[in-house]
Every structure is written in C-alpha cells, then in structure tokens.
T-cell receptor, first 111, second 113 residues
C-alpha cells in the first residue's frame, strides 16, 4: 500500500530551529511537496523536491533522500506566525498529478 | 488577481439533501482536484480532472459527483448517499497533471445534521 508518516504534533520556541520529518512508502515517486496550512485555511505551497539533497528558501529548507524514502522540512528562526500544520505530500507513479498526503504535523510555536 | 474561489465558506444542510460546492479558477489551469479533510487526517482525493470534459475518481469518490463543462469550473455535488458528509472540502488546480504545484482554494466547511 501507500503510506506517508509524519509526527502528529510538535512544539518549539520562538527563535529556535525545528525539523519536521516525513517518511513515505509509495508505488512510484515523482516528487515530494511540503505545504503549510493555518487552521481553517487553504494549504499554501512551501517546497518541492524531486532530487536528493537540500533545497533552501529563506527560513525554510527541505531535504529529500529517495533511497531512504525520507524528507524533512527545516524551519529556522521560528516566529509565532509559523504555528500551523505542515503537510507532506508525494506524487506517485503515473502522470495524473495525484498527491498522496500525510496526516500533517501541527506545530505550535511558544514565546 | 488570479486565484481559486470556493463558495460558500460555511454550508449547512439537512441529512438526505444533495448539496453542490462551487470551485472556480481564473489561472487558466487545465487540472483541477477536490479533496476532503477531516480532523486528524490528511487530505483525501475525491475526484480530479486533467482536462475539460473529463474527470476521474479519486480514492473516496463514493457518494460524490462532479462535472467539468468549463475549464474554469469544477463543481462538486455531495449526494445523500455520502454517509459522513460533514467535513472541510478543498478544491485545487494546477497547470497540468503531473509534477506541478497545486494551488488551493479557501475551502468550504460543510455541516450536515
């Protein structure tokens, strides 16, 4: 079957660094997305990885290891507004664009 | 401004009634998607459409129907056959099928009592 695992909840302190992990087992792999979703709102795109390695974009970075079926999202210099859910999603085989989502990780940033 | 709109934001219905959720995009995207989100669960794909006049079932299509008569519109009907319709419904679009970023609408929270 297809499975994507993320921790359900995480807590971190303002100004700190937090790493949100995502492991996946899917039939085929055509890329991995990270989205941010504030409560009751639409998910917004953060990053896309299809090759192994680290992609850096401002305070956010995303890492992928295809051989390990593993990704992480790294958030630096945490701000209160970073309190949200972070969704890991994989595009499997085929060309349908179908995303398979993990359950999401709810991050709470404390002062 | 380009984007995706969903209306209404909140929708209340009685059990046994069909209800249609609207989704409109002016991004000129070919592909559109409907997801359902329940507390503590990830987004689950209901239906998707890669091009106008064509659509495919997702992972949880039972009790739902869609149409794609226009490129910019992809309405979702929640029928009385859907056993647990209360949920947050999200519509998304992308330039095309494949490995493209999906843009999400603001969502419709449907409550059925």
């Amino acid at each position: 079957g297809q499975n994507i695992d993320q921790p359900t909840e995480m807590t971190a302190t303002e100004g700190a660094i937090v790493q949100i992990n995502c492991t996946y087992q899917t039939s085929g792999f055509n890329g991995l997305f990270w989205y941010q979703q504030h409560a009751g709102e639409a998910p917004t795109f953060l990053s896309y990885n299809v090759l192994d390695g680290l992609e850096e974009k401002g305070r956010f970075s995303s890492f992928l290891s295809r051989s390990k079926g593993y990704s992480y999202l790294l958030l630096k210099e945490l701000q209160m507004k970073d309190s949200a859910s972070y969704l890991c999603a994989v595009i499997g085989s085929g060309n349908t664009g179908k995303l398979i989502f993990g359950q999401g990780t709810t991050l709470q940033v404390k002062p | 401004d380009g984007g995706i709109t969903q209306s209404p934001k909140y929708l209340f219905r009685k059990e046994g009634q069909n209800v249609t959720l609207s989704c409109e995009q002016n991004l000129n995207h070919d592909a559109m998607y409907w997801y359902r989100q329940d507390p503590g669960q990830g987004l689950r794909l209901i239906y998707y459409s890669q091009i106008v006049n064509d659509f495919q079932k997702g992972d949880i299509a039972e009790g739902y129907s869609v149409s794609r008569e226009k490129k910019e519109s992809f309405p979702l009907t929640v029928t009385s056959a859907q056993k647990n319709p209360t949920a947050f419904y999200l519509c998304a679009s992308s330039i095309g099928a494949g490995t493209h970023e999906q843009y999400f609408g603001p969502g419709t929270r449907l409550t059925v009592t």
